[in-house]
């Protein structure tokens, strides 16, 4: 089961029309191809993802993009909130899963992955699931080791020297360590596996309590360890893949700045996130967009069609424009003496000529008139955009922009 219903309010402009999972990605993908990537790749091929916020981008995108063989008992299907179990939408993590219980009752499985939709990182959720099995653990939590002074951000884990967890403390001054590594803590990723008896015992028990915020990482999983049933934690950095040297790798992309962060890093040369290996693939849909194409090489008037560390998608055109650090979406446009560096292109974006955009995000569908620029006075920007902490301008779907001063060309 995948958790898909965040609202992602830290977002911006880019969770206004839809969820968080649903967030363009690197070019062509949506931020819950990641997980779903993981799951297949794994040999998980019966998923349930539960929407709730302003789903119909994430249930069409699954619906067109994501068909597994019913031949083979494969599918993935999305679960929107039904009140089943009363009047009210999801309340929590938790409270997701409760009232979709009557998927897992239909399915009988032994054991249930939940999982968050909107994170970026690679796993074999297999080698978890055998950690699971051989700790005889009611439960498992998946936790990536990160610096002390880093944990205080993050939900930790205190775990014992066999990694059973004895507590969980929720951004604390003072992190517990690891045993054996005082250097590093154990932050929670908020993926869980589940033994199905355990998890549906606890989830009826959670129901009843009115102070409960029927949340897995706050409530569940606390309740879980007081009670004394086996709940361990799984050292995501023991994780290993095929064609991959190392898988550290895990980022919540929660805000602006943290999502351009994770979009800048795939055009590094060596990327922590690598989507090209062929091994442990990133799927999403297929396209019929045509290749990427740059025109013109008018050395003496600067019109070169050029990009450089940079991802550009399918129906690109580059028509005299230039690129630098930055990530096209399919059927992005960048018009002569244009210039667009360290800046994010959702689909169907038309860069005008003479316009020039730097450290920006901007969103589907949306036409930069000639001369426009953007990122270059903030206060400006600010005055008519969403300005992040770092300082990146985002612009929404659709929006309307002031054409610029043009220069002329010679």
């Excluded at 699954?62 to 179990?85: G, H």
């Excluded at 095929?242 to 055009?267: C, H, K």
């Excluded at 028509?319 to 399919?330: A, D, T, Y």
């Amino acid at each position: 089961m995948i958790l898909a219903g965040g609202e992602g309010r830290r977002l911006g402009p880019l969770t206004l029309e839809r969820a968080k999972p649903a967030v363009p990605f690197g070019g062509r993908y949506r931020i819950c191809d990641v997980v779903l990537s993981n799951f297949v790749n794994s040999g998980l091929h019966r998923i349930k993802v539960l929407t709730q916020y302003k789903s119909a981008s994430l249930e069409e995108h699954i619906a067109r993009a994501w068909r597994l063989s019913p031949m083979l008992d494969s599918f993935i299907e999305t679960i929107p909130a039904q009140q089943r179990t009363g009047k009210s939408w999801f309340k929590g993590s938790a409270d997701a899963v409760f009232q979709c219980q009557h998927v897992i009752s239909d399915e009988e499985p032994a054991l249930v992955t939940i999982f968050g939709g909107d994170h970026i990182y690679k796993m074999d959720v297999g080698q978890m699931i055998e950690a699971h099995i051989h700790h005889r653990a009611d439960v498992t939590v998946a936790a990536v080791p990160v610096p002390l002074e880093e944990a205080r951000a993050f939900g930790v884990l205190e775990v014992d020297a066999d990694f059973r967890i004895v507590a969980f403390h929720e951004k604390v001054p003072n992190p517990p360590p690891i045993p054996g590594r005082p250097e590093l803590a154990l932050a929670s990723m908020g993926n869980y596996v589940f033994n199905t008896d355990a998890l549906l015992a606890r989830l009826g028990e959670d129901a009843t309590r009115e102070n409960s915020q029927h949340d897995f990482g706050r409530d569940i999983l606390p309740m879980m360890v007081a009670r004394g049933d086996r709940v361990f934690g799984y050292d995501y950095q023991t994780n290993e893949l095929p064609g991959e040297t190392a898988n550290s790798y895990w980022r919540d992309i929660g805000t602006v700045d943290s999502y351009f962060d994770a979009n800048m890093d795939l055009v590094r040369v060596k990327p922590r996130f690598n989507l090209y290996n062929r091994k442990w693939p990133i799927r999403t849909g297929i396209t019929h967009e045509p290749p990427a194409k740059f025109v013109f090489r008018d050395e003496a008037n600067f019109r070169i069609g050029t990009a450089t560390e940079s991802i550009v998608s399918l129906g690109c055109i580059i028509s005299g424009g230039q690129i630098h650090r930055s990530v096209l979406g399919q059927g992005c446009r960048v018009n002569s003496y244009s210039e667009v560096s360290d800046t994010i292109l959702l689909e169907n974006v038309t860069v005008g000529r003479h316009a020039k955009i730097r450290r920006a995000i901007i969103d589907k569908d949306v036409e930069i008139p000639p001369g426009a620029r953007i990122g270059f006075d903030l206060e400006r920007d600010r005055e008519r955009w969403y300005v992040s902490e770092a300082g990146i301008v985002v612009i929404p779907k659709r929006a309307k922009i002031e054409p610029g001063k043009v220069e002329p060309e010679e």
